[in-house]
């Protein structure tokens, strides 16, 4: 019965590195969103997928930002060269069946970028 | 652009005393969550509400979903310092995105 998995929930990378965060959804739950938040800040949406389908990446920036779901696996966010910028709490959140439907939280990535 | 304005931003408290935390918005929800997240952890869901006018009691804490469902409360009786944290509202118009607030951080004092 377990829920929202991410990992790591800690990671550091020097600016120019690339960061790798994994999520894997509640069982049963076919729907990922990626948030992200700024310290005292709430939170941002980045990008919404389902398996094997990218359905809305408004929220995600053009460059260096990217996600997937595969069919097999955790979803992933890659983030490549990272700014100090990107430091940030990044979350996972899933779905059973639509995006209407509550959608609960993994316990995060932070991310420090040095 | 949607939006759901959380206030207050703040709020510090004594141990026992009762608190109401408001969620506004100019849209129509077809849902609209409750959160709390506690430092260094993910938010955890506290309550869905859908139907307008809805409460829904949670031991100390009540939840209300507007008539209109353009804006919700969340009431707390005899505050805890267990209370503490960011109380997170969210909302779905029926489409993709579900869109946060800002959050209410609370703090209760022993």
């Known amino acids: 019965n377990a829920g929202v998995m991410q990992n790591p929930r800690h990671l550091v990378r020097r600016r120019g590195q690339e960061a790798r965060l994994r999520c894997s959804p509640m069982?049963?739950?076919?729907?990922v969103y990626w948030y992200r938040q700024l310290p005292e800040e709430g939170l941002k949406f980045m990008v919404y997928?389902?398996?094997?389908?990218?359905?809305?990446e408004s929220g995600m920036p053009k460059e260096r930002f990217s996600a997937e779901f595969p069919k097999e696996g955790p979803s992933i966010l890659r983030i490549q060269q990272v700014v100090r910028g990107d430091s940030a709490a990044y979350f996972c959140?899933?779905?059973?069946?639509?995006?209407?439907?509550?959608?609960?939280f993994g316990p995060g990535t932070r991310l420090l970028v040095l | 652009t949607q939006l759901l304005e959380q206030s207050p931003q703040f709020l510090s408290i004594q141990e026992g005393e009762n608190l109401t935390v408001y969620c506004n918005s100019s849209?129509?929800?077809?849902?609209l969550q409750w959160y709390r997240q506690e430092p260094g952890e993910g938010p955890v869901l506290l309550v869905t509400?859908?139907?307008?006018?809805e409460v829904k009691k949670l031991k100390r804490l009540t939840f209300q979903f507007g008539d209109a469902r353009k804006d919700s409360s969340l009431h707390i009786t005899a505050a805890q310092t267990g209370d503490t944290g960011l109380y997170l509202c969210?909302?779905?118009?029926?489409?993709?995105?579900?869109?946060f607030g800002a959050g209410t951080r609370l703090f209760v004092k022993a």
């Open positions: 959140a899933s779905s059973p069946r639509s995006a209407q439907e509550t959608q609960y």
């Open positions: 069982k049963g739950h076919s729907h």
């Open positions: 997928l389902q398996k094997e389908n990218i359905i809305d």
């Open positions: 849209s129509v929800f077809s849902s």
């Open positions: 509400v859908v139907t307008g006018g």
């Open positions: 969210a909302g779905n118009t029926g489409g993709f995105k579900t869109i």
